[in-house]
């Protein structure tokens, strides 16, 4: 056990290093008995501080974060000091034997219970100690254990039971409060760095992609953004003091940010991990329970929940559905999470949005794209080529904003592309072990087919294959393909790609160019190249879509500051960022007035009086000008508030 | 909840242990309307807690043990649905004529003797299983007590528990009640007479802790703390304290009734009882059976004020009790199979006292002077003894004692200057407030005080519904 897994709602984590510290000096291990800290018990401390009273609890805390720097020496000197309290005269040997009976009890009660951390595989307590009573309970008594929920393709019953489970943890979470959960995620942050080995292994399995697509996607871009999360959750949550206008005056006005309950997240089978990680952390960070389903292509089975565990997460809080999404899809929205995430399709978006209309549960959907790339004739062209490769090629092709469309100025073209393909044909394509090759092979079957029919298409439309012509399209190992001669008759032309083609295209002028860069349907990304930024930014712009890159491609993902989603067919709603921080919060409107025996000028009685005043009061607001209409809103509103008075007293005349 | 807020109730009872449920019980049964608070929880049997640290955090006051000012007793004070008899080890014996007598000669109540007390204790005990421990049943650490006791040539007695059904032929072990009994055996009021007291229209609402009690116009007035947060309030014509005798005390005091009578608090009484282990050679494994079927039953012991029982503990409390730390204390816990356990429980004699700081929580004042501590030694010289005579190879004391008997603070008597309850189970000048629990108890008995409290709650509800 590692110190960073520890986490309390009662004990900070210096309070709970001055208790291993000194859990270790009172239960230090035998060769039969485990330490204290070995055993991980400390992971339910909380159980105990939740019924202590808040003088016992706050004596507590003093002490550990006392014995926190203290030195052991000097710690194992109080205890001993304790040991002989009674030869002590009576005020000290009172306050010894208090920190005796406390600190032994903080530290004993926990450790013969029997508890352990999670996954703890050593010697239990009980066995040490020869513990083990019997009780047979007779069929009244038995004590009911959780039922057992299947999470790998549930029945409908399971999926009840899921969200049952998760409306139950949903109030536990938001009671720990953000800072509290922030620890969690600073756990995972451990868990997923001390595993890192591991998980790569366990991606390339089910991914196939190449070692370095996935330390850099996945763990980088992973720990990147719950890193995000630790440094601004807490300030993105703080209530906020919005301002009253002069009209209210007297009251205050705050928004709160409340979780929604429990959301449902359903990832792709792209970027397992990162796409598991980030929506779930995201999501628990805000104070939600949450129901997560991977692809049934890449679901990395058990990886997600083992690092959550480990860092702490109880089962309710993260709950991992396998299953195909044609059969579990419905199901899951029928289970109404009050919130639905789904990175994917346009027809799973399609059907999930369509099922969740039922209910009107909100949805977010972060949909595919056709993402352009335009390249200016004032470009580096070396840099601008190795950059169309990486964001048309990483991931064998497979992200949602990798280049799918690549549009160069005449001007530049012919050397453009010479550079283009020279540096295609140099990539090594292999599912590595050691980080040396560029691509993997395509990651699931019905991509490669998916693929097989565009290049077919094309090239009996006539498309010259600059690279990759020789594929069988039939192996799992795409090749890198650079095309020319693409039309709008074209399947590559029209459809989300998703593997390792690039048709490329020439244009004349920035007009041009935005207009082709313009897709009629999807909008999630795209890239612009020039020397020249305000044109760079003009065209920026212009471009219908959700994120951009300039000089730089796939890269607006790589700050986690940024929000991140589509326009059009490519989905809608932001997640990430500030701006989409909020995506799995209730956002909650406060207006706060002081309870006395006002009356306000808009309830009832109306009267005509109170009419015309009013009627006053807002042509002397709303003129224009800015000192007086201040002045005479002033007088209107005094005038309106001294009748409003009078009304309540005498009432309606 | 809301409905009841506006209720006016015939009786509402502060505390849901052993002395509500049973007056209460007899209450509704005449028609009464009842309400019953508790600052516990309500479990079941299939709900109570399966480890000593859940049990104790969420079982008791404090999350577990209480100390007194001195901090060297340590009071285990139940906060449950069925109180003290959900997490006793459910002895019930009868006071004798010694306890009487002397409740009388403090008191100056004349009603309370062994005869008197006959027919009450006769009903208590209709109300529950009673059970001995059979032979054959006994683990072996009885068969050391009793062995020690043939050795010593005392005398003792099986013990009467009030359980139904342990089904110790199955190998069940007691030990795994002291959180709740999850066989339902234990005789605890949820599985008895609040049971029916609740089939008879009782409302039971658990886990509001009463903090204030007034007059308001003849009726009581009650506030609590609602755990969702804020409060709550209902009335009732007659209220009963049933809170214990900490809990009735702080009760009082916080709601200002010691300006009238400023006895209570005082006359805190808890038996201090000290748990000592013998170390064999062989393993003993108390924690196995029936753990406590032996009780001391020496007329020498009772002349000088203690008892010895035949008791074991969880390993978390144990661990508490012996010495030290580090190695030394896993030598010890690592050779707990091997211990045998009996305690001293001594009437105490010197009283104690509750007060209540600015916050209301309540102090606890409780010395032992030279004659308590005298009759501890010599109860814990005859323990050793037993030990030795047994076999023993060593013997290790308990660090500390432990209070779980707690009586007084709302002593019974006639003299309002030095007494709270008045003989006829009410506060001394009012008609309306009832107490017949530990609290009333006017000095230590040195005798289990529970199946007492099943007959005073008796006979003060048959007073109550004989002057309605």
């Known amino acids: 056990m590692t110190d960073q897994m520890m986490i309390s709602r009662y004990f900070s984590q210096s309070q709970l290093k001055g208790l291993l510290k000194a859990g270790d000096i009172i239960l230090p291990g035998t060769q039969a008995s485990p330490s204290f800290s070995a055993t991980g018990c400390i992971h339910h401390m909380d159980r105990m501080a939740k019924y202590l009273s808040e003088d016992d609890l706050n004596g507590l805390r003093m002490v550990f974060a006392a014995f926190r720097w203290m030195p052991k020496w000097k710690i194992k000197l109080i205890l001993k000091l304790c040991n002989h309290s009674s030869r002590l005269p009576s005020f000290m040997g009172a306050g010894l034997r208090m920190l005796e009976i406390g600190l032994k009890g903080a530290i004993l009660s926990p450790y013969y219970a029997n508890l352990t951390a999670p996954g703890y595989d050593g010697k239990k307590v009980y066995d040490v100690i020869g513990w083990h009573p019997k009780m047979v309970v007779n069929e009244d008594g038995i004590p009911v254990k959780q039922?057992?929920?299947?999470?790998?393709?549930?029945?409908?019953?399971?999926?009840?039971?899921?969200?049952?489970?998760?409306?139950?943890?949903?109030?536990?979470?938001?009671?720990?409060?953000?800072?509290?959960?922030?620890?969690?995620?600073?756990?995972?942050?451990?868990?997923?760095?001390?595993?890192?080995?591991?998980?790569?292994?366990?991606?390339?399995a089910d991914t196939k992609k190449s070692r370095f697509d996935a330390i850099t996607a996945e763990i980088f871009g992973t720990l990147d953004f719950l890193d995000y999360l630790e440094k601004n959750a807490v300030k993105f949550l703080s209530d906020r003091k919005v301002p009253t206008p002069f009209a209210l005056m007297g009251k205050k006005s705050k928004v709160y940010f409340e979780p929604l309950g429990t959301a449902l997240l359903i990832s792709p089978w792209n970027y397992p991990f990162y796409q598991a990680i980030v929506p779930i952390a995201q999501a628990f960070v805000v104070g939600n329970a949450v129901v997560f389903k991977p692809s049934s292509d890449t679901p990395l089975k058990g990886l997600v929940e083992a690092l959550l565990a480990q860092a702490g997460f109880l089962p309710g809080w993260v709950q991992i559905v396998y299953g195909q999404g044609r059969t579990i899809g419905n199901l899951l929205v029928d289970g109404r999470p009050d919130k639905i995430f789904l990175i994917g399709s346009q027809p799973v978006g399609k059907a999930i949005m369509e099922r969740a209309s039922q209910y009107l549960i909100p949805v977010?959907?972060?949909?595919?794209?056709?993402?352009?790339?335009?390249?200016?004739?004032?470009?580096?062209?070396?840099?601008?080529?190795?950059?169309?490769?990486?964001?048309a090629f990483t991931t064998t092709g497979q992200s949602c904003t990798s280049v799918e469309r690549l549009f160069v100025h005449e001007e530049i073209y012919e050397r453009f592309k010479e550079t283009l393909v020279k540096e295609t044909l140099k990539l090594v394509q292999a599912t590595d072990e050691d980080g040396n090759a560029d691509i993997g092979p395509m990651?699931?079957?019905?991509?490669?087919?998916?693929?097989?029919?565009?290049?077919?298409?094309?090239?009996?439309?006539?498309?010259?294959?600059?690279?990759?012509?020789?594929?069988?399209?039939?192996?799992?190992?795409?090749?890198?393909?650079?095309?020319?001669?693409?039309?709008?008759?074209?399947?590559?032309?029209?459809?989300?790609n998703f593997g390792p083609l690039l048709p490329l295209y020439s244009f004349t002028s920035e007009a041009q160019a935005i207009e082709m860069a313009n897709d009629p349907e999807y909008g999630l990304s795209a890239s612009v190249w020039s020397q020249d930024l305000k044109r760079a930014d003009r065209v920026a712009r212009m471009i219908y879509t959700g994120n951009v890159s300039i000089n730089n491609v796939m890269l607006t993902e790589g700050n986690h500051a940024l929000p991140f989603g589509g326009v059009g067919k490519s989905g809608f709603g932001r997640y990430k960022g500030e701006f989409g921080f909020y995506a799995f919060a209730n956002i909650k409107a406060i207006l706060i007035d002081q309870n006395s025996a006002k009356m306000e000028a808009n309830w009832f009685p109306y009267t005509a009086k109170k009419y015309q005043i009013f009627s006053d009061l807002t042509r002397a607001l709303y003129s224009p000008g800015r000192i007086l209409p201040l002045i005479r809103g002033a007088f209107y509103g005094l005038k309106l508030e001294t009748y409003v008075k009078k009304l309540a007293k005498k009432g309606r005349e | 909840m809301a409905t009841e807020q506006f209720r006016i109730f015939d009786f509402i009872f502060v505390g849901a242990g052993i002395s509500g449920p049973f007056m209460a019980n007899d209450l509704v049964k005449e028609g009464a309307d009842c309400l019953m608070l508790e600052a516990g929880k309500a479990y079941t049997r299939r709900t109570y807690p399966t480890n000593g640290l859940d049990g104790t955090s969420q079982m008791y006051w404090s999350g577990g043990l209480e100390l007194g000012h001195?901090?060297?007793?340590?009071?285990?004070?139940?906060?449950?649905?069925?109180?003290?008899?959900?997490?006793?080890?459910?002895?019930?014996?009868?006071?004798?004529?010694?306890?009487?007598?002397s409740w009388r000669s403090v008191s100056k109540v004349a009603d309370f003797s062994v005869d008197k007390m006959a027919p009450w204790y006769d009903r208590a005990e209709s109300e529950i299983e009673i059970q001995e421990i059979p032979a054959h049943f006994r683990n072996k650490n009885a068969e050391i007590f009793d062995q020690g006791f043939k050795n010593l040539k005392f005398d003792n007695a099986p013990l009467r528990r009030a359980q139904s059904n342990c089904r110790l032929e199955e190998g069940n072990c007691c030990i795994e009640c002291l959180n709740g009994c999850?066989?339902?055996?234990?005789?605890?009021?949820?599985?008895?007479?609040?049971?029916?007291?609740?089939?008879?229209?009782?409302?039971?609402?658990p886990e509001i802790e009463v903090t204030h009690i007034s007059e308001h116009k003849g009726d009581i007035r009650v506030t609590g703390l609602d755990p969702r947060g804020g409060q709550v309030s209902y009335r009732a014509r007659n209220l009963v304290l049933g809170a214990g005798a900490i809990g009735n005390a702080r009760l009082l005091l916080n709601s200002g009734f010691e300006k009238k009578l400023p006895h209570i608090g005082k006359g805190f009484f808890c038996h201090p009882q000290f748990m000592s282990f013998g170390v064999y050679e062989e393993k003993i494994n108390s924690h196995l059976g029936?753990?406590?079927?032996?009780?001391?039953?020496?007329?020498?012991?009772?002349?000088?004020g203690f008892k010895l029982e035949n008791v074991y503990a969880g390993p978390e409390g144990i661990a508490l009790l012996v010495p030290g730390f580090g190695k030394i204390h896993h030598e010890y816990m690592e050779r707990l199979p091997h211990f045998a356990c009996i305690e001293v429980c001594t009437r105490d004699t010197n009283p104690g006292q509750i007060r209540v700081n600015r916050k209301g929580k309540a102090l606890i004042r409780k010395v032992q002077n030279r004659e308590d501590l005298n009759r501890y030694e010599k109860g814990a010289k005859v323990i050793d003894d037993i030990f030795k005579s047994t076999g023993a190879k060593q013997i290790v004391h308990g660090r500390f004692g432990i209070g779980l008997h707690l009586m007084g603070c709302c002593a019974m008597g006639t003299d309002p200057a030095t007494s709270v309850i008045d003989p006829e189970f009410k506060l001394h000048g009012y008609k309306n407030i009832f107490s017949a629990d530990s609290s009333i108890f006017p000095n230590a008995p040195g005798i289990n005080p529970s199946l007492t409290i099943m007959a005073l709650s008796k006979k003060a509800a048959a007073s109550i519904l004989r002057n309605r």
């Not at chain 2, 060297?72 to 004529?97: C, E, T, W, Y």
């Open chain 1, 443 to 496: 990651t699931t079957k019905a991509q490669v087919k998916a693929i097989a029919a565009q290049v077919a298409d094309a090239k009996e439309k006539g498309a010259v294959f600059l690279t990759g012509g020789d594929w069988d399209g039939k192996s799992d190992f795409v090749p890198p393909m650079v095309v020319e001669g693409v039309t709008k008759d074209m399947l590559m032309d029209q459809e989300e």
């Open chain 2, 182 to 205: 999850r066989l339902g055996s234990k005789q605890s009021t949820p599985e008895t007479v609040l049971k029916t007291a609740l089939e008879n229209g009782l409302t039971l609402v």
């Open chain 1, 364 to 391: 977010e959907l972060e949909l595919g794209g056709k993402d352009p790339m335009v390249v200016f004739e004032d470009v580096n062209i070396e840099r601008a080529a190795a950059g169309a490769i990486w964001g």
């Open chain 2, 70 to 101: 001195d901090a060297k007793i340590a009071f285990l004070r139940p906060k449950v649905v069925g109180g003290g008899s959900i997490v006793n080890q459910a002895l019930v014996d009868r006071f004798d004529a010694d306890a009487w007598d």
């Open chain 1, 147 to 204: 039922t057992p929920v299947n999470l790998d393709t549930p029945t409908p019953e399971d999926v009840a039971e899921i969200y049952q489970r998760a409306k139950k943890a949903g109030p536990e979470i938001r009671d720990w409060g953000v800072k509290k959960r922030l620890e969690f995620i600073s756990n995972l942050k451990a868990a997923i760095l001390a595993n890192q080995e591991y998980i790569l292994d366990r991606l390339q």
């Open chain 2, 290 to 304: 029936a753990f406590q079927a032996f009780k001391s039953d020496d007329k020498g012991f009772r002349k000088e």
